[in-house]
C-alpha cells in the first residue's frame, strides 16, 4: 500500500530555534512533493512544493528531497508563534496530481 | 493568484436532507479539481477527482452516488452530499490544480457540515 508517515508530535521548539520536519514515502517513482501547513480548524495552505533531489529554500523554509532515501524534509528557521500549527506532507504517489497526504506533525513554537 | 473558494463554509442540515457545496477557483481556470474529507484529528482523505466536462473519479470506499460531483465549467465543481447522516458531518474541503505553476494544489477554506 501506498503511504507517506510523518511523526505526529508535538514537535516543540523555542522561538528563534530551527524546526525539522520530517516525512517518507513509500513509492521510489514518485516525482512531486509538497508541504502545507494547516492551522486547527482551517484548510491546508501551500508552502513549497519540490520536485529535485537537494535543497529548495523560500524565505525561512528549506525542503530537503532525498529520492534514494524516500525521504522529504522541512526546515523552518527563526521559528515564531505564529508558525505553530500542523504541517502536512504530500505526494504525488500517482504521476496524476492525485495527493497522498500524511497524518501531519503538529508543531509548538513557544516564546 | 490560485485562489479558491467554497461556499458555504459552514452548514447544519437535518439528516435526510441533501446539501451542496460549491467549489470556485476565482482567479485561474481549474480542469481538475479534489474533494476532500478531514476528521477531527485526521489527516487529509482524497474522496473524487473531478474533471471538468466527465465525470468524477472516485476513490476506493467512497460511495459515488451518495456523494455527486459535478463540474459542468473550468472554474467551478460542486459536491453534493445526498441523504446525509450525523455520520457525514465532517469537514469538506475541495482544491483547483494549478497547471500554470508546478501543478500544484491550491485548497478552498472548506465546509464544515454538521449533520443532525
Known amino acids: 500500500q501506498k503511504e507517506v508517515e510523518q511523526n505526529s508530535g508535538p514537535l516543540s521548539v523555542p522561538e528563534g530555534a530551527i524546526a525539522s520536519l520530517n516525512c517518507t514515502y513509500s513509492?521510489?517513482?514518485?516525482?512531486?512533493f509538497f508541504w502545507y501547513r494547516q492551522y486547527s480548524g482551517k484548510s491546508p495552505e501551500l508552502i513549497m512544493s519540490?520536485?529535485?533531489?537537494g535543497d529548495k529554500e523560500d524565505g525561512r523554509f528549506t525542503a530537503q528531497l532525498n529520492k534514494a532515501s524516500q525521504y522529504v524534509s522541512l526546515l523552518i528557521r527563526d521559528s515564531q508563534p505564529s508558525d505553530s500549527a500542523t504541517y502536512l506532507c504530500?505526494?504525488?504517489?500517482?504521476?496524476?496530481?492525485?495527493?497522498?497526504f500524511g497524518k501531519g506533525t503538529m508543531l509548538l513554537v513557544s516564546p | 493568484g490560485a485562489v479558491v473558494s467554497q461556499h458555504p463554509s459552514w452548514v447544519i442540515c437535518k439528516s435526510g436532507t441533501s446539501v451542496k457545496i460549491e467549489c470556485r477557483s476565482l482567479?485561474?481556470?481549474?480542469?481538475?479539481m479534489f474533494w476532500y474529507r478531514q476528521f477531527p484529528k485526521q489527516s487529509l482523505m482524497l474522496m473524487a477527482t473531478?474533471?471538468?466536462?466527465?465525470?468524477?473519479?472516485?476513490e476506493q470506499g467512497v460511495e459515488k452516488d451518495k456523494f455527486l460531483i459535478n463540474h459542468a465549467s473550468l472554474t467551478l465543481s460542486t459536491l453534493t452530499v445526498t441523504s446525509a447522516h450525523p455520520e457525514d458531518s465532517s469537514f469538506y474541503i475541495c482544491?483547483?490544480?494549478?497547471?500554470?505553476?508546478?501543478?500544484?494544489?491550491?485548497f478552498g477554506p472548506g465546509t464544515r457540515l454538521t449533520v443532525l
Open positions: 482544491s483547483a490544480l494549478y497547471l500554470r505553476g508546478n501543478n500544484e494544489q491550491f
Open positions: 513509492d521510489r517513482g514518485s516525482q512531486s
Open positions: 473531478s474533471n471538468e466536462g466527465s465525470k468524477a473519479t472516485y
Open positions: 482567479d485561474f481556470q481549474a480542469t481538475t
Open positions: 519540490i520536485y529535485s533531489n
Open positions: 504530500a505526494v504525488d504517489l500517482s504521476g496524476y496530481s492525485t495527493l497522498t
